[in-house]
């Protein structure tokens, strides 16, 4: 039963972000080819072009990039290639755009994994240390310095990192080199910075999150009877505090998962010089290279639907409690 | 035309100057080698499809593979690259006789021949299919009627170019930037324009064989472009020239991240803020470079029928533009690094002169009183009890202005805002809006008459106005320090640029007159040049503000170049001194 459960659950879970991914591209895909831009304003910006008659080169550029035909005649190619594989051509990059993607989503993939665990590993780590700790100095050190983590810019941030650790001590190189092998040791290290800038924010909101759901569950009788048990306390907090702690903020970090993949990341890749996603959905919305952003957003959209279902799945796991229905 | 945007590439990527006057070493290194990595902030090039490109990084990527006819130095002069010696212009300035060197070739080992520069004018540049971005420079006026100049090829290595009309610039503008495509390639393309845009030899610059001093590497996008030496390069045959393994273009998001990699060691060239000369001139392992530009800032005053009724008055534009002072935006923007501007001839043109034109906005000619007065005899203020003048519209209401700019550029939010303190020092006020640049394009800049189907476009006649009222708008734009009269486009009545309505029959004649036989005398274009000038400058239908100087930092290491207004025109010759 549990088994069968789970297989339909999911998917039904399927069978809605298929409706959703649809509904996603159709609002993306319309609403930046009604808007006011257009990939032919850069040659009107041009000022040598600007000499041209504009409409001329308007409707040029639009043939070139088949933007002539009927909107829906465009929506109709583009979702049927997208359904065969082909998401198009981009104009700002001229590339396929499977190969855009295929080239960049590495560099935004390693540098969100790699400061995910960095946050949640240390914002765990320090939340539940501090709660244990309540009401001393290193309690109050952790709050201090949690609040100071959420207030920081990470583009101030990752400056300062820069001017502290590359231009000043000359440890970290001031820019990442995409040049290293991905699997490296010198790629592990050329990520530092950028982790730190990226993560660091969302360490102390974990901080602040697994401090208070530790407190709670500390409040909690089932904590009370471990204790009298004589359970060691690493155990009463390791096995029974954490486990229930940690449900609420595996919520939040999914979330924060599918808000740095649509752009959280774009400030630390711009400051760090990373080719990742975030750079080039940002550039590709200014260029008006729909076939990009379209692409970007199904992405995007498919990670929010894909964790959020994963969430769910590990909630049961954690909490057998939850059932699927 | 596309002289402008090559002169704004120059400005911004690799750049020009003469400020520093260190001579350029001429030996040549011992030993080749090094990468040379550029840092930029700015945007990723487009493609490296150059003819469809519209943007300077793209066709920047393109020239460190494929060359073009010929350069400049930094005195201007024309140093030959793809040209087997001089441009041959006839007496009578209609047919240019263009021969290029016998040792080009294509990636293939096939020639390069006159036919390809021929098959790139006439199929591609001048056809219907591809828009090349830059035809006007191609194209001239004959009984009203615009027509593409004539090509023909005469040999493997020439080929002529005919026109009816006299255009002494015309090698300037257009000849000396002329770089082929490999015809037996683009050929199987022609027609196509899908398939011309996504032809993988023109997206890789597989082509390029000995043309250029480099040789594509790899482009990873919004990340790094990188070139490696091409050993086959036709100059390096002499010279072993080009002298770095790699040239790459580094793209870094911010100035702040440019500066601290400069700083720190990790690039080797970069652009340097005004505000961060000083610390980097300080700096032991940095060289920085100060050397003059051919961009120029200006306040543009709508004088079409939705801007107000003054700016139509000269009288009332001289006033303005007294009352701006140039030195202030001299010292408080370009904190020095600049030189004012009274014309749109840049001060390094050998057409430049100060010889009657007058100098609004500097020296004696700021001056906010008698900006006053002048506005109060035409019309705009009352004396008061005191024998003040308050500044004020024809109706006895305040004056209160819009000047538009585009946000996220520091530079044209400060010169807006210096504008408006300037202006309500003499009772004007100025509300500043900042609006993006397609907006700004679309309801500001093109125009059509009210009522009419036109097409909006950038001067549709004197009746045209644009969809949002506008008083000023504050721009930078360039002048090719050699062939000035390309900015026709912004001063004549026809212009195509001239969105402002300015409209002066001297003027218009002039430069018509400069692209004409009388204009092949010198010491003729000369006197057209300097009349120019002042009667653009008495009529101020712009206050030309500064042409500002642009700031290079290079790592100390770097030897052989020529500082000057074209700093980067024997880059091939660079080299580490300890690679």
């Known amino acids: 039963m549990k088994k069968a459960g789970l297989r339909g659950y999911i998917i039904k879970r399927l069978i809605y972000a298929a409706i959703i991914t649809w509904g996603v591209v159709t609002i993306t895909f319309v609403l930046l080819r009604v808007g006011p831009m257009s990939p032919a304003d850069k040659y009107l ?58 080239r960049h989503w590495v560099y935004s993939f390693q540098l969100i994994l790699l400061s995910m665990l960095f946050s949640a590993t240390l914002g765990i780590l320090i939340g539940v240390f501090s709660a244990v700790k309540r009401y001393t100095r290193t309690d109050y050190l952790a709050t201090l310095f949690s609040f100071i983590g959420i207030s920081i810019p990470n583009f101030w941030l990752g400056i300062m990192l820069i001017l502290i650790f590359s231009v000043q001590l000359g440890w970290f190189k001031s820019y990442y080199d995409t040049g290293l092998p991905m699997f490296s040791l010198a790629n592990l290290k050329a990520l530092v910075l950028p982790v730190i800038t990226l993560g660091t924010g969302m360490m102390a909101g974990y901080t602040r999150y697994a401090r208070s759901a530790t407190l709670d569950n500390l409040k909690q009788d089932f904590v009370r009877t471990a204790r009298a048990k004589g359970l060691p306390e690493r155990v009463v907090i390791g096995k029974h505090v954490l486990r229930n702690a940690i449900l609420p903020i595996i919520t939040i970090i999914m979330f924060d998962l599918s808000g740095i993949v649509f752009g959280g990341a774009y400030l630390t890749e711009i400051i760090f010089g990373i080719p990742g996603l975030g750079r080039v959905s940002f550039n590709a919305l200014f260029a008006s290279d729909y076939p990009v952003v379209v692409t970007i957003t199904l992405i995007g959209a498919m990670v929010v639907l894909l964790t959020n279902l994963a969430t769910d799945i590990v909630y049961t796991r954690l909490d057998p409690r939850i059932r699927y229905d | 035309m596309k002289g402008l945007v090559i002169l704004l590439l120059m400005t911004l990527v690799f750049t020009a100057g003469c400020g520093n006057e260190t001579p350029a070493p001429s030996q040549q290194p011992a030993e080749a080698g090094g990468i040379f990595i550029e840092g930029v902030s700015g945007g990723d090039a487009e493609t490296l499809n ?23 130095d930094n005195d201007w002069n024309v140093v030959l690259r793809h040209l087997a010696k001089p441009v041959e212009a006839s007496g009578d300035g209609l047919t240019y006789t263009i021969t290029i060197r016998d040792d080009l070739k294509w990636s293939d080992g096939t020639r390069v021949t006159a036919e390809d520069y021929v098959y790139t004018l006439k199929n591609l540049m001048f056809s219907d299919w591809l828009n090349y971005p830059y035809q006007t420079d191609w194209q001239e006026m004959v009984d009203g009627e615009t027509i ?14 005919t026109r009816q009309t006299v255009d002494p610039e015309f090698a300037d503008n257009a000849i000396y930037n002329l770089t082929p495509y490999p015809k037996h390639i683009a050929v199987k393309y022609e027609g196509d324009v899908k398939a011309f845009t996504q032809a993988e030899e023109f997206n890789n610059l597989s082509y390029t064989g000995n043309l250029g001093p480099y040789r594509f590497k790899e482009w990873i996008r ?13 100059l390096g045959q002499e010279d072993d ?21 400069l700083e720190a060691g990790d690039i080797t060239y970069s652009g340097i803020d005004p505000e961060k000369v000083a610390k980097f001139t300080e700096l032991e392992g940095i060289n920085v470079y100060t050397v003059p530009t051919s961009a120029y800032d200006l306040v543009i005053y709508n004088m079409r029928n939705n801007g107000w009724d003054g700016l139509k008055q000269k009288e009332v534009r001289q006033a303005l533009s007294m009352s701006i002072d140039k030195q202030a935006v001299i010292n408080s923007i370009r904190l020095g690094f600049g030189d004012p501007a009274f014309s749109f001839i840049p001060k390094p043109s050998p057409w430049y002169t100060e010889e009657g034109v007058p100098k609004f906005g500097y020296g004696p000619l700021h001056d906010k009183k008698k900006a006053k007065e002048m506005l109060y005899a035409a019309g705009y203020g009352a004396r008061q009890p005191d024998g003040s003048i308050a500044v004020q519209d ?17 530079l044209a939010e400060d010169l807006a805002f210096l504008v408006k303190q300037e202006l309500a020092d003499i009772g004007i006020e100025v509300e500043v809006k900042l609006v993006p640049w397609p907006t700004l394009l679309r309801k500001h800049v093109m125009n059509k008459v009210p009522g009419s189907d036109q097409e909006p476009r950038n001067n549709n006649g004197p009746e ?23 900015s026709r486009v912004f001063f004549s009545t026809e212009g195509g640029l001239n969105f402002w309505g300015y409209s002066n029959p001297r003027v218009d004649e002039l430069f018509v007159n400069i692209r004409s036989k009388e204009a092949l005398d010198i010491e003729a274009r000369k006197s057209m040049y300097a009349e120019l000038s002042q009667l653009i400058a008495e009529d101020q239908p712009v206050d030309f503000l500064s042409f500002p100087r642009g700031n290079h930092g290079f790592q100390a290491n770097v030897e052989g170049i020529d500082v000057g207004m074209r700093l980067s025109w024997n880059y091939h010759k660079w080299y580490f001194s300890k690679p």
């Open chain 2, 464 to 486: 045209a106005v644009s969809e949002e009222p506008w008083d000023f708008i504050v721009m930078v734009f360039n002048t090719h320090p050699i062939a000035p009269s390309g």
């Open chain 2, 394 to 410: 024809k109706d006895g209401k305040p004056l209160k202005l819009t000047l538009v700019t585009t946000p996220g550029s520091r």
């Open chain 2, 50 to 72: 150059w003819i469809l490109a519209s943007d300077g990084s793209s066709l920047s990527y393109a020239s460190y593979t494929i060359g073009s006819l010929a350069t400049y």
């Open chain 2, 222 to 234: 919004n990340d790094k472009y990188v070139v490696e030496r091409n050993p086959d390069y036709y």
């Open chain 1, 45 to 102: 910006s041009n000022m040598s072009a600007r000499t041209q008659d504009p409409a001329q080169v308007v409707a040029a550029i639009e043939a070139r990039y088949g933007l002539d035909k009927p909107i829906y005649e465009q929506y109709f190619d583009y979702v049927v290639n997208l359904a065969r594989g082909d998401w198009g051509w981009s104009f700002s990059n001229s590339l396929p755009v499977v190969t855009l993607i295929r």
């Open chain 2, 241 to 261: 020239s080009p002298y770095f393994e790699q040239y790459v273009t580094k793209m870094l998001g911010t100035t702040a991240t440019v500066h601290a990699a």
């Open chain 2, 148 to 161: 593409f100049v004539e090509v023909e090829a005469v040999d493997q290595t020439t080929f002529v170019i």
